[in-house]
């Protein structure tokens, strides 16, 4: 090659090179933070089961509880765009529909807390 077209040749190597390290360290950024979502949101649900669990019969303590992690999931999926934040608010939803208390929608709740968790993990992949 003369030298200008190995000039050009090494140009667009370093380019194609930079693109594709650019590229595979965000989607290791985006994975990072899909786990770090995906552990938080298990956090928010563990304290909430705990603390439901503790207060089983206070109808008062349950609608703290699940105000209180409705806040924290609606904080967390601020973080996130896409299906991470789509699958957090729909979490975050399903603890608003329990701000009242009504004990016979927290076990009808917490079988569906498996399908919140594998909605936020589905949308990390």
Known sequence: MTPPRRRLAIAA???TLAVLGTTA???LGQTVDCNTAANEATKIMTDWSSE???NA???KAVG??????ADKTKTLAGKYDGEVAAALNELAAGFETLEKGDLSAV???TGKMN???SK???ACT
Do not use: N, P
Request: with cysteine; hydrophobic share 45%; proline share 0%.
């Open 107 to 109: 076990t009808e709740f």
């Open 64 to 69: 703290t509880a699940s105000a209180t992690a």
């Open 25 to 27: 360290c965000g989607a």
């Open 120 to 122: 936020i993990t589905a």
């Open 57 to 59: 019969a206070d109808t």
């Open 13 to 15: 190597a370093t380019l």
């Open 52 to 54: 439901v669990t503790k």
């Open 115 to 117: 399908g919140f968790s």
